[in-house]
């Protein structure tokens, strides 16, 4: 899939955001904080092509484990848009089901091993 501008935002509407970047193959992960979330994310795509277009100061930080990942939500309705990985700073995902029509639950998910990446047990 070619990467159009895709715009984004939480739920409340205070954070809005663009990504060039595909959406597919879309995943999942397997780790302790995505199992809560359930998130459905794009690909991994550069920082560069990710735009805060509003509400830079609405976004809490959460870290854990590593603290390698840095994994972002709105402080207002707890929606998490995106986050930067644990992988490789420089890449990061966005939550689809931010992303302006497109429904997530079209899309074939695949789940990656992020608990694998995990330094403790069961994180
Ligand atoms: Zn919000």
């Not at 205070?14 to 970047?21: L, S």
């Not at 597919?24 to 560069?48: D, I, V």
Request: hydrophobic share 35%; aromatic share 8%.
């Amino acid at each position: 899939m070619s990467a159009n501008v895709l715009k984004g935002s939480c739920h409340c509407g205070a954070v809005k955001f663009e990504i060039r970047a595909p959406i597919e193959p879309a995943g999942r992960c397997n780790c302790s904080l995505c199992r809560r979330k359930g998130a459905l994310m794009t690909p991994l795509f550069p920082a560069n092509e990710l735009t805060i277009l509003q509400g830079e100061e609405d976004l809490t930080l959460y870290q854990f484990n590593t603290r390698v990942a840095k994994h972002y939500f709105c402080r207002h309705c707890g929606i998490y848009p995106f986050h930067q990985t644990r992988k490789d700073p420089l890449l990061w995902r966005a939550n689809i089901g931010c992303l302006e029509g497109i429904d997530p639950y079209t899309l074939e998910a695949g789940v990656a091993n992020g608990a694998s990446l995990s330094v403790v047990e069961d994180a």
